[in-house]
């Protein structure tokens, strides 16, 4: 079985370690590389991991914070991640429901009468 693969995104603590402290003091080294994020774009960028990633900013970023891109993004692998077992609902059995079993679950077909025959 493979490992799933996964990245942990370190720009706060690069930041730190350059003693930059405030996400808005990214705001204009970016500008400088004509980057233009809105400050919650710079927050978000900062604060959360990114899923999709511009490489322009990435460059910006190891720029700006004379870095490597091993300095910012850690590959990492999650052991085990695909074979968790579905979860069932209260007192339901894990098996997934099958046409069959829904039985009166399943909706009744509407009938639509016109008034004027």
Do not use: N
């Amino acid at each position: 079985m493979t490992a799933k693969l996964d990245y942990q995104w370190h720009l706060r603590k690069v930041m730190a370690d350059r003693g930059m402290f405030s996400t808005t003091d990214l705001t204009e080294p970016l500008e400088e590389r004509e980057i233009k994020l809105s400050s919650s774009q710079v927050y978000r960028l900062v604060v959360e991991r990114p899923e999709r990633l511009s490489l322009k900013i990435l460059m910006a970023l190891m720029d700006i914070l004379d870095c490597r891109m091993d300095d910012l993004i850690e590959p990492i692998s999650v052991a085990g991640a695909g074979a968790r077992p579905k979860k069932a609902a209260a007192g339901g059995s894990s098996a997934a429901p099958t046409s069959e079993g829904l039985g009166s679950l399943r909706p009744k077909r509407a009938r639509i009468i016109r008034g004027d025959q």
